[in-house]
């Protein structure tokens, strides 16, 4: 999603704009660009595409002055041109969003019937003609941005900068996150603290409904009724804007590899040393007591849920409805009392999942927030949160907080079972013993990356791809699917292995590579039925088991990625790095852009 930066600096604001900007490429972007204000004069620069065609244009067009704001686009109305880049100008304002403006149509129309022109296609370029009229009129620059931002409704993060006005930028915040970074007699504003890090670690977060006149020297910011605020100053912690690839050629190989680590930092988080208790402050929920949970989520997050549906239904007897968020609320599904509702998000900042939580506020007894990012939107709404401790992840395709929310949501599902009494002390026990175990079980996995990569080489060439699972492993199926399309653009799905008969099997030929994710568990003997459909019509089999499993399995394998053997329970964890490996070196043969594949956004905060 658009990224927006601000500075009121004490040097050149370009490059700093642009190294900011830089650290908010994760976010995906299709065009970008920046304003200054120099000598009292507002100007801009703006380029489709990658960031370096916006350095370069600043190479031969350069652009003075300390004060300025900045922005990678992730287009939504109107295609990524440059006329459609922000920053958006009136003659006398300049202005940078991220997000949607819902009633734009209406405020266009208003401003189109008093004569005014419009030169794009964006919902933004509104915001900064209505703020230029009120200035026209005779508002002072604070005033007519005030009077817009009043006038605006959808969802918005959004920095104002003005012609003769080199000591202000004014910002608002509307469901987006948007962050004031306090520096020593300089001012940054910023999408995240990612963007801010090299600058300061000294954050504000604006709320919902706040916004903010900012100088080099002060913040005044006021709450949705026009009240003075106080939101406090906050530390950020290194760790936790830490973003260097660390030699890897992309972030998601690192982050693929940091997954043993981020396991015990969870394991840690929530199991007391030496002891065989989870402990989760906060969480203040007594499972016995509860008669249905409610899960939500969207696309990687939401099948850590679908996975963990499995947990909590099997391990703690405990009825699970699951919806993906982008429809749950629009069911209207009943809420009723005793129902628990939980949010998982790595972002916690996606605009579908936190509608899905707001639908279920005043009716839920509990709502329970998962995310990565503690300061986030999902968070402070949640009535308690369970982090993920994931680190910041860069990679648009979700890995090591998919699988830091397997880990917290099992986690999660044996304290219900514990209090439920479905699962004994010590079967609770042996799942905490076997977990302890995973990181360095995780790692015997990661080492198999060559033999996933060879096999990548081949399913490279592939134009469909089939990924089939039963019980736990279908959630992942989904996953392994929704990894390989989003970076490598081959079309694939994930089925339950059953369902193969009802359908997708008349896609099964000599072309068409089958992953098979089947521990040999209670469930293989069922899918090695499925499997021996497959292979009976010609199919490629890519089985990723045990070596028990895959020495049963028998001949006709296309390929196998032997597992070592794990407790039944975390085999999704687990088997969720080989669909990761062959995601990854899949797009790296096809030569895709594996960090930032196309049309897709890290932080998905509009509908
Ligand atoms: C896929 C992926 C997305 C996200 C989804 C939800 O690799 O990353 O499907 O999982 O956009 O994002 P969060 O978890 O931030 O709510």
């Given at each position: 999603?658009?990224?927006?930066?601000g500075?009121?600096?004490?040097?050149?604001?370009a490059?700093?704009?642009?190294?900011a900007?830089?650290r908010?490429?994760?976010?995906?972007?299709d065009?970008?660009?920046?304003?200054?204000?120099n000598h009292?004069v507002?100007?801009r620069?703006?380029a489709?595409?990658?960031?370096?065609?916006?350095?370069?244009?600043?190479v031969?067009?350069?652009?003075?002055g300390?004060?300025?704001?900045?922005h990678?686009r992730?287009?939504?109305?109107?295609?990524?041109t440059?006329?459609?880049?922000?920053?958006?100008?009136?003659?006398?304002?300049?202005?940078?969003?991220?997000?949607i403006?819902?009633?734009?149509?209406?405020?266009k129309?208003?401003?189109?019937?008093?004569?005014?022109?419009?030169?794009?296609?964006?919902?933004?370029?509104?915001?900064?003609?209505?703020?230029?009229r009120?200035?026209?009129?005779?508002?002072?620059?604070?005033d007519?941005?005030?009077?817009t931002i009043?006038r605006l409704?959808?969802?918005f993060?959004?920095a104002f900068?003005?012609?003769?006005?080199?000591?202000?930028?004014?910002?608002?915040?509307?469901?987006?996150?948007?962050?004031?970074?306090?520096?020593?007699?300089?001012?940054?504003v910023g999408?995240?603290?990612?963007?801010?890090?090299?600058?300061?670690d000294?954050?504000?977060?604006?709320?919902?409904?706040?916004?903010?006149?900012?100088?080099?020297?002060?913040?005044e910011i006021r709450?949705?009724?026009?009240?003075l605020?106080?939101?406090?100053?906050?530390?950020?912690r290194?760790?936790a804007?830490?973003?260097?690839?660390?030699?890897?050629?992309?972030?998601?190989a690192?982050?693929?590899d940091?997954?043993?680590t981020?396991?015990s930092e969870?394991?840690?988080a929530?199991?007391?040393?030496?002891?065989?208790?989870?402990?989760m402050p906060?969480?203040?929920v007594?499972?016995a007591?509860?008669d249905r949970?409610?899960?939500?989520?969207?696309?990687?997050?939401?099948n850590?849920?679908l996975?963990?549906?499995y947990?909590?239904?099997?391990?703690?007897r405990i009825p699970?409805?699951?919806?993906?968020?982008?429809?749950f609320?629009?069911?209207?599904p009943?809420v009723?009392?005793?129902?628990?509702?939980?949010?998982?998000s790595?972002?916690?900042?996606?605009?579908?999942?936190?509608?899905?939580l707001?639908?279920?506020?005043?009716?839920?007894?509990?709502i329970?927030?998962?995310v990565?990012v503690?300061?986030?939107?999902?968070?402070?709404e949640s009535?308690?949160v369970?982090?993920?401790?994931?680190?910041p992840?860069i990679?648009v395709?979700?890995?090591k907080?998919?699988?830091?929310?397997?880990?917290?949501?099992?986690l999660?599902?044996?304290?219900?079972?514990g209090?439920?009494g479905?699962?004994?002390a010590?079967?609770?026990?042996d799942r905490l013993?076997?977990?302890?175990?995973?990181?360095?079980?995780?790692n015997?996995a990661l080492?198999?990356?060559?033999?996933?990569?060879?096999?990548?080489?081949?399913?490279?060439?592939?134009?469909?791809?089939?990924?089939?699972?039963?019980?736990?492993?279908?959630?992942?199926?989904?996953?392994?699917?929704l990894?390989?399309?989003e970076?490598?653009?081959?079309?694939?799905?994930?089925y339950?292995s059953?369902e193969?008969?009802?359908?997708?099997?008349a896609?099964?030929?000599?072309?068409?590579?089958?992953?098979v994710l089947?521990?040999?568990?209670?469930?293989?003997?069922?899918t090695?039925?499925?499997?021996?459909e497959?292979?009976a019509?010609?199919?490629?089999v890519?089985?990723i088991?045990?070596?028990?499993?895959?020495?049963?399995?028998?001949d006709?394998?296309?390929?196998?990625?032997p597992?070592p053997?794990?407790?039944?329970?975390?085999a999704?964890?687990l088997y969720?790095v080989?669909?990761?490996?062959?995601?990854?070196?899949?797009a790296?043969?096809?030569?895709?852009?594996v960090?930032?594949?196309?049309?897709?956004?890290k932080s998905?905060t509009?509908?």
């Amino acid at each position: 999603m658009c990224g927006i930066i601000g500075v009121l600096g004490d040097h050149e604001a370009a490059p700093v704009l642009v190294e900011a900007l830089k650290r908010l490429e994760y976010r995906g972007y299709d065009s970008a660009g920046i304003a200054t204000v120099n000598h009292g004069v507002l100007d801009r620069r703006r380029a489709v595409g990658k960031l370096v065609n916006l350095s370069d244009k600043l190479v031969h067009e350069p652009l003075a002055g300390k004060a300025g704001i900045g922005h990678t686009r992730w287009a939504t109305h109107g295609a990524p041109t440059e006329g459609n880049a922000h920053p958006h100008r009136g003659r006398t304002v300049a202005v940078v969003h991220n997000g949607i403006i819902e009633n734009y149509r209406d405020l266009k129309d208003e401003l189109k019937g008093q004569g005014v022109t419009f030169e794009t296609e964006t919902d933004t370029e509104i915001v900064a003609l209505l703020t230029q009229r009120y200035m026209d009129e005779g508002l002072s620059p604070v005033d007519a941005a005030y009077r817009t931002i009043d006038r605006l409704s959808g969802a918005f993060a959004l920095a104002f900068l003005f012609d003769g006005e080199e000591d202000l930028i004014v910002i608002a915040r509307m469901g987006p996150p948007l962050a004031i970074g306090h520096g020593d007699g300089e001012m940054y504003v910023g999408s995240d603290a990612v963007a801010l890090a090299p600058l300061t670690d000294r954050i504000t977060y604006l709320e919902d409904g706040d916004r903010a006149v900012v100088t080099r020297t002060s913040v005044e910011i006021r709450d949705a009724n026009g009240d003075l605020a106080n939101r406090e100053i906050r530390l950020v912690r290194a760790e936790a804007t830490r973003v260097d690839k660390a030699g890897y050629r992309h972030f998601m190989a690192k982050e693929i590899d940091e997954q043993p680590t981020v396991i015990s930092e969870v394991i840690n988080a929530y199991v007391p040393a030496g002891a065989d208790a989870i402990e989760m402050p906060g969480i203040d929920v007594d499972f016995a007591k509860v008669d249905r949970l409610v899960m939500s989520a969207c696309g990687t997050a939401f099948n850590a849920c679908l996975t963990a549906k499995y947990w909590f239904e099997k391990l703690a007897r405990i009825p699970v409805e699951i919806d993906v968020a982008s429809e749950f609320r629009y069911r209207e599904p009943p809420v009723v009392d005793g129902t628990v509702a939980l949010f998982v998000s790595q972002s916690g900042e996606t605009a579908d999942t936190l509608a899905a939580l707001r639908y279920c506020e005043g009716k839920a007894d509990r709502i329970l927030g998962i995310v990565n990012v503690p300061e986030s939107s999902i968070a402070r709404e949640s009535s308690a949160v369970l982090e993920l401790h994931a680190g910041p992840e860069i990679g648009v395709a979700s890995t090591k907080a998919f699988t830091a929310q397997l880990t917290v949501l099992l986690l999660l599902a044996l304290k219900a079972a514990g209090d439920r009494g479905t699962l004994s002390a010590d079967q609770i026990a042996d799942r905490l013993a076997a977990l302890r175990g995973l990181p360095a079980v995780m790692n015997t996995a990661l080492d198999l990356g060559e033999t996933v990569e060879r096999i990548a080489m081949a399913v490279s060439e592939a134009r469909d791809v089939l990924f089939l699972g039963r019980g736990t492993m279908y959630p992942l199926a989904m996953e392994g699917a929704l990894k390989l399309k989003e970076i490598s653009y081959i079309h694939a799905e994930g089925y339950a292995s059953g369902e193969l008969k009802h359908g997708p099997i008349a896609l099964i030929d000599t072309n068409v590579p089958v992953v098979v994710l089947a521990p040999d568990d209670d469930l293989f003997d069922k899918t090695m039925s499925n499997l021996q459909e497959v292979i009976a019509r010609g199919g490629k089999v890519i089985l990723i088991s045990d070596e028990r499993g895959i020495g049963r399995a028998g001949d006709g394998l296309w390929h196998a990625i032997p597992m070592p053997k794990v407790h039944a329970d975390l085999a999704p964890i687990l088997y969720a790095v080989p669909a990761q490996q062959l995601a990854y070196h899949t797009a790296v043969a096809k030569g895709t852009d594996v960090d930032q594949p196309r049309n897709l956004a890290k932080s998905v905060t509009v509908e």
